[in-house]
């Protein structure tokens, strides 16, 4: 059996958004439907895994500078 080889974040990303295109065109039977949707599920909880990771690993590293942690709300600022 072949080892699975692990995608990093935006490659799990665009794999999860080519999923979402092929079910949003509707051609596949419901087999195959649900076969999908069931792999993007598993996609975004590997995304959102990535993600809460990363958060943790900026929590720890302002820690470390400051021993302080400030948490603002993030305004995008338009272009």
Known sequence: ????????????VKKLEEIAKELEKGELDLEASVSKF???VRLSQECNSFLENAEK???????????????????QEEE
């Open 57 to 75: 690993r900026i929590t720890i590293l302002l820690k470390e500078n400051d021993n302080s942690i400030k948490e603002e709300n993030f305004i």
């Open 1 to 12: 059996m072949a080892k699975e080889t692990k995608l990093n974040f935006e490659e799990t």
């Open 38 to 40: 069931e792999e993007g």
